[in-house]
């Protein structure tokens, strides 16, 4: 049960990109990268793992179910609405944790219950029903009012204090649409501690978006009025503009502890391979500018910032880059690199590689050494994200390309394997890339349309690495491939491949019950 901590400084980290980070269109992931991100986030440190929303698929319960059966440290949530049938199969997933939690919301505000169809009794009398349900199941239930910086506040007091005396042991008061400041956020939760009867007994938590650009913001400020616990992605990663950012809020409380004297158990050195990760699987490519984990965070190009840095490192640094786990060192290795010095580099990345593993990298690293004079840590970490993204066990693999391109027109002639039968195609385009993608849809007919095209270069110069996002939508269904390499149009073409290979796994799954494509899962 997550009693009410005694110790008033210690802010629970609840991390939620497995469930609401994963609502971003187009950054859904498999069963595998859910697993690995959620034992990455069990050894940092997070108190709780929202793993997922249990009765929205018989894939996010196998997910939910089988992070609760590996879990070592985290509480391990899984969220429902506010109905006996969302409850159950939410216990039924993570009643195999160590610690489970039963996440139960309704949404409180005035157009909420305008599309629930309660008036304020009845949504009362729900509240009271569904909470104790999950109390009976579990000992850890977590309630959160949807919209409820947009509920009337006599209101939210109203069925904060219901929930509680139903047998909530943690309220949560979410931020859904980032309309909060921080001033009113702080003022809210003062307000529900001084008001609630019970507020004491339970801990209060915040859940804000980021639509105004304040979520972190806003979280640090509950904190400060008495939340205890801080709802975040890693990343920032979230539908619309995100949630808060784990790494940032973590990071302020570190940084800031003459103003913020509160602390978290999450170990930060492992902030930068999880920013990685998320990044890798989700095809949400982290922004240069983006703080703690953007690229350029620990970069000067000021010639005053340079010469301060020089001079006294904390001049124009707050933190040091191996706060968060970046390595001191990015040493360039090349075609005469083996094994060892390969698996000590990944190690150092944060990544631990069986032999097998190890081998088929290899061959890859080896294959890129022989394309680049120098591969440093940014190439690897490309060559990772594309070996796990783009296997031999997809429906759908390139074989081979070529292209002609030029003022006199352009041409690709694609080969690739479909359920294991080698087929080609032949097309013209409008540019290089159109025709690539031309020629995968002649092999491949679909009716996906491509909603982004993204590519970026790994390292310097005109040898670099280039990673391609893609992001495909079709009939309401969005997904993401990425891929790396020198040649830009292969890796465009494979990063297309990638995204139609999510498709195919997304056109196997549906929801179990029809209401579930009406009904809002936000919060």
Do not use: W
């Given at each position: 049960m997550a009693d009410k901590t005694t110790d008033t400084s210690r802010v629970l980290i609840f991390d939620t990109t497995l469930r609401d980070g994963e609502q971003s269109p187009g950054a859904t992931m498999s069963h595998e990268e859910k697993l690995e991100i959620a034992a990455m986030l069990d050894e940092m440190g997070v108190d709780v793992i929202e793993a997922g929303f249990p009765i929205a698929s018989e894939g996010d319960f196998a997910a939910v179910s089988d992070i609760a059966k590996n879990s070592k440290n985290s509480i391990i949530c899984g969220l429902s609405r506010a109905n006996i049938k969302d409850i159950d199969r939410c216990w039924e997933a993570v009643k195999h944790a160590a610690k489970p939690r039963i996440h139960t919301f309704i949404g409180t505000s005035p157009s909420h219950r305008a599309i629930t169809n309660l008036d304020k009794d009845e949504m009362v009398e729900r509240i009271y029903q569904t909470v104790t349900h999950a109390r009976n199941l579990c000992e850890d239930v977590q309630w959160s009012a949807m919209d409820a910086i947009r509920t009337e506040r006599d209101y939210l007091c109203r069925v904060v204090e219901t929930a509680i005396k139903a047998g909530a042991t943690t309220i949560n008061i979410p931020d859904t649409v980032g309309y909060t400041t921080p001033n009113e956020s702080a003022e809210i939760i003062r307000e529900l501690l001084e008001k609630v009867p019970g507020a004491d007994q339970v801990i209060f938590a915040t859940h804000c978006h980021n639509d105004l650009g304040m979520a972190t913001a806003n979280s640090l400020a509950a904190v400060e009025a008495g939340a205890r616990q801080v709802e975040c992605t890693i990343n920032g990663l979230g539908e619309r503009a995100g949630n808060t950012a784990l790494e940032e809020v973590v990071m302020a409380l570190r940084v800031r502890q003459d103003l913020m004297p509160f602390n978290t158990r999450i170990d930060t050195t492992k902030i930068m391979n999880l920013s990685r990760k998320v990044a890798q699987v989700s095809g949400?490519?982290?922004?240069?500018?983006?703080?703690?984990?953007?690229?350029?965070?620990?970069?000067?190009?000021?010639?005053?910032?340079?010469?301060?840095?020089?001079?006294?490192?904390?001049?124009?640094?707050?933190?040091?880059?191996?706060?968060?786990?970046?390595?001191?060192?990015?040493?360039?290795?090349?075609?005469?690199?083996?094994?060892?010095?390969?698996?000590?580099?990944?190690?150092?990345?944060?990544?631990?590689?069986?032999?097998?593993?190890?081998?088929?990298?290899?061959?890859?690293?080896?294959?890129?050494?022989?394309?680049k004079k120098e591969v440093y840590d940014e190439d690897i970490m490309a060559l990772m994200s594309d070996s796990v993204v783009n296997t031999g066990e997809d429906v759908l693999?390139?074989?081979?390309?070529?292209?002609?391109?030029?003022?006199?027109?352009?041409?690709?002639?694609?080969?690739?394997?479909?359920?294991?039968?080698?087929?080609?195609?032949?097309?013209?385009?409008?540019?290089?890339?159109?025709?690539?993608?031309?020629?995968?849809?002649?092999?491949?007919?679909?009716?996906?349309?491509?909603?982004?095209?993204?590519?970026?270069?790994?390292?310097?110069?005109?040898?670099?690495?280039?990673?391609?996002?893609?992001?495909?939508?079709?009939?309401?269904?969005?997904?993401?491939?990425?891929?790396?390499?020198?040649?830009?149009?292969?890796?465009?073409?494979?990063?297309?491949?990638?995204?139609?290979?999510?498709?195919?796994?997304?056109?196997?799954?549906?929801?179990?019950?029809?209401?579930?494509?009406?009904?809002?899962?936000?919060?």
């Open positions: 949400f490519a982290v922004q240069f500018n983006k703080a703690i984990v953007g690229k350029n965070a620990f970069l000067h190009e000021s010639g005053i910032h340079q010469d301060g840095v020089l001079k006294n490192v904390e001049t124009f640094e707050i933190m040091k880059p191996s706060d968060i786990g970046i390595t001191e060192t990015n040493i360039a290795m090349g075609k005469h690199s083996g094994r060892a010095a390969l698996r000590s580099k990944l190690k150092e990345l944060g990544y631990e590689l069986a032999d097998n593993q190890l081998q088929d990298v290899f061959v890859r690293f080896k294959a890129l050494a022989d394309r693999q390139v074989k081979k390309l070529r292209v002609v391109c030029g003022s006199d027109g352009q041409e690709a002639a694609l080969t690739m394997s479909v359920k294991g039968e080698e087929k080609s195609a032949t097309c013209e385009g409008d540019g290089p890339v159109d025709a690539c993608f031309n020629a995968v849809k002649e092999i491949f007919p679909h009716a996906a349309r491509l909603k982004l095209y993204q590519v970026q270069a790994v390292t310097d110069g005109t040898d670099a690495q280039a990673t391609v996002v893609v992001r495909l939508e079709e009939d309401g269904r969005i997904v993401s491939g990425s891929a790396a390499d020198t040649d830009t149009i292969l890796a465009s073409v494979k990063a297309y491949v990638g995204a139609l290979n999510r498709l195919i796994v997304r056109r196997t799954k549906t929801a179990p019950d029809s209401d579930m494509k009406t009904v809002s899962f936000k919060q």
